[in-house]
């Protein structure tokens, strides 16, 4: 089992930053992979950043070059760096993790989810 618990979330102006956290604990062989997902009002869960357990990072085409995906092996914890932040990026963030995913960005491949903390964009 795995207990993601996310953090940072808030409301920030377009071109604003904020840094998300999400604080693991928990079978640290389901946390292999991890990623950060996002869902606004009526819209899918999509992928926006993941991480492995070698370092590898994939990002969602619309974030590249704006987000960061980092973690610090020492605190069990993932952080997203996210800058440049336009009103589109508005929605919930959840934190996930696996053993092993297929499909980085796709979140039906997750099976452990934190609660998820709102981001909030506005122009």
């Known amino acids: 089992q795995v207990q993601l618990v996310e953090s940072g979330g808030g409301s920030v102006q377009s071109g604003g930053s904020l840094r998300l956290s999400c604080a693991a604990s928990?079978?640290?062989?389901?946390?292999?992979?991890m990623g950060w997902f996002r869902q606004a009002p009526g819209k899918e869960r999509e992928g926006v950043a993941t991480?492995?357990?070698?370092?590898?990072?994939g990002y969602a085409d619309s974030v590249k070059g704006r987000f960061t995906i980092s973690q610090d092996s020492a605190k069990n914890t993932l952080y997203l760096q996210m800058n440049n932040l336009e009103p589109e990026d508005s929605a919930m963030y959840y934190c996930?993790?696996?053993?092993?995913?297929?499909?980085?960005?796709?979140?039906?491949?997750?099976?452990?989810w934190g609660q998820g903390t709102q981001v909030t964009v506005s122009s």
């Open positions: 996930a993790s696996d053993l092993y995913v297929c499909y980085t960005l796709r979140a039906k491949d997750y099976t452990y």
């Open positions: 928990g079978d640290l062989q389901s946390m292999s992979y």
């Open positions: 991480i492995n357990s070698v370092g590898s990072r």
